[in-house]
């Protein structure tokens, strides 16, 4: 029993798909909810990255197609051991929704007019906007250094919700801005 159990806490392959499991099984309303959970497992429990390389994957994940929740996933796995370790991660984190939702659509065919499951689930809905926003707050602290991550925040921020811009066009852009605003200081500090 004692090998078993060691097998289970030693071995990472066993250890990257359980996180990922356990993820992809708790973390209700989405990858953004996921966050502030992932970066607890990954940076602090098992110590396989440190912050700095979570919001690295984070910013990678959130820059590519697909879900955030299955790309942050595949990013560390593959970081920690390569295919192997980015399928049993990606695997991990899907495997929970998918038994869950055919259970859930079969079930709520029969209950969808009952007041408590209405209720539960706008319950739900407002606890993951809660983490969501923790997972904004706790991102930004991390991130927004200078003056020019405030502004770049606050512009992609506002062209989102108040002129309706299109999400992928504000990485772009901020791909963009970004790599002028670096070019522009290296040369300043070249001239220096």
Same mark, same amino acid.
């Given at each position: 029993m004692d090998r078993l159990k060691g097998f289970f806490k030693n071995n990472i392959y066993?250890?990257?798909?359980?996180c990922f499991? %356990? +993820?992809? +099984?708790? *973390?209700?309303?989405?990858?953004m909810a996921m966050i502030?959970?992932?970066?607890?497992?990954?940076? /602090?429990?098992y110590k396989w990255m440190n912050e700095e390389e979570v919001l690295d994957c984070i910013a990678i994940s959130q820059s590519l197609p697909g879900v955030i929740a299955i790309n942050m996933a595949t990013y560390v796995g593959y970081a920690k051991k390569g295919w192997k370790g980015a399928l049993l *991660? *990606?695997?991990?984190?899907?495997?929970?929704?998918?038994?869950?939702?055919i259970f859930v659509v079969s079930l709520l065919r029969t209950i969808d007019e009952n007041p408590y499951v209405r209720g539960a689930l706008e319950?739900? %809905?407002?606890?993951?906007?809660g983490l969501i926003a923790f997972a904004a707050w706790k991102m930004g602290k991390q991130t927004l250094k200078g003056a020019f991550q405030w502004l770049a925040a606050f512009c992609a921020f506002a062209s989102?919700?108040? +002129?309706?811009? /299109?999400a992928v066009w504000v990485i772009l852009a901020g791909i963009a801005v970004g790599e002028i605003y670096?070019?522009?200081?290296?040369?300043?500090?070249?001239?220096?």
């Open positions: 066993w250890n990257l798909f359980a499991f %356990k +993820l992809g +099984l708790f *973390t209700i309303g989405g990858g502030p959970i992932m970066q607890e497992k990954i940076c /602090d429990k *991660t *990606t695997f991990g984190v899907i495997l929970p929704s998918f038994i869950i939702i319950g739900i %809905k407002a606890a993951a906007t989102i919700v108040f +002129l309706g811009a /299109d670096y070019a522009v200081c290296a040369a300043k500090e070249g001239k220096a």
